[in-house]
């Protein structure tokens, strides 16, 4: 038999993880699985977020049984592709990395101060650390996974990603050694059974999208913690940056 495509796509908060989401389950031989970790990671840290207890019931609180039916377990639908959308802060200290090396890992990234503005925007508070905007345990992972495996993962840069969705989609399926799909640019709108239940808090703008939008110029004015903290993670950034996939304008 052959062995199912399972891709981790780890990328921080508001990016476009879940618009992501939604090309790769256009795909009719892929099947998603929107933050497998997050009940887990809200168990073990206790972190306040909006609708905390409602996730924690619908989802698995083991860490290591969702790592067990992420690597070993049965595909959704049979499916010979599984992409598995991942949030790097649920990554806690405590969470083994081991499993990780047996999927096949994409890095997804964004400039941090584009993150902690919308993430503030978002939460309404600029109460907000390196750990919330995810890029140190992005950079952890990423350093990780070079040394564990020898094998440097493709990294997409979001804002990047949006100036040419088709040829950044291209060419991450000529990496992953699979067609590319034209119907991964567009979509239906609307919610889907696969969103997780904090759908209603996040999801509003994917929810009226059919497809990949231009990057709309936003002035961005941080100030306080706010803005330490994109600073402390502006090198982290870089370095990923410096990674990225390279792609053939399409």
């Not at 879940?18 to 090309?23: F, G, H, I, L, S």
Request: proline share 8%; hydrophobic share 40%.
């Amino acid at each position: 038999m052959v062995e199912p495509l399972r891709i981790a796509m780890w990328s921080g908060p508001r990016n476009i993880s879940t618009a992501m989401m939604r090309a790769w389950e256009n795909r009719p031989d892929c099947a998603v699985s929107d933050e497998p970790l997050y009940a887990a990671w809200l168990s073990i840290s206790g972190a306040d977020h909006p609708g905390r207890e409602a996730v924690m019931a619908a989802g698995e609180r083991d860490w290591r049984k969702v790592v067990a039916a992420l690597t070993r377990g049965p595909v959704p639908g049979g499916q010979p592709i599984w992409y598995q959308k991942h949030m790097c802060h649920h990554l806690d200290p405590s969470i083994e990395l081991d499993w990780i090396a047996g999927l096949t890992n994409v890095f997804l990234i964004r400039r941090p101060d584009e993150v902690v503005a919308s993430y503030v925007r978002a939460r309404g508070t600029e109460d907000i650390t390196p750990e919330d905007v995810g890029l140190p345990q992005q950079t952890m992972l990423f350093d990780w996974l070079e040394q564990k495996t020898g094998r440097l993962p493709p990294v997409i840069d979001g804002g990047e990603f949006l100036a040419d969705p088709e040829g950044h989609l291209r060419a991450l399926c000529e990496w992953l050694e699979i067609d590319f799909l034209a119907q991964m640019l567009a979509w239906p709108s609307g919610p889907r059974e696969s969103d997780g239940v904090w759908a209603k808090y996040w999801y509003d703008a994917v929810w009226r999208s059919t497809g990949f939008s231009p990057q709309q110029a936003r002035a961005i004015n941080l100030s306080g913690r706010a803005a330490e903290v994109a600073e402390f993670c502006r090198p982290m950034y870089a370095r990923l940056h410096e990674r990225r996939l390279r792609i053939r304008s399409s």
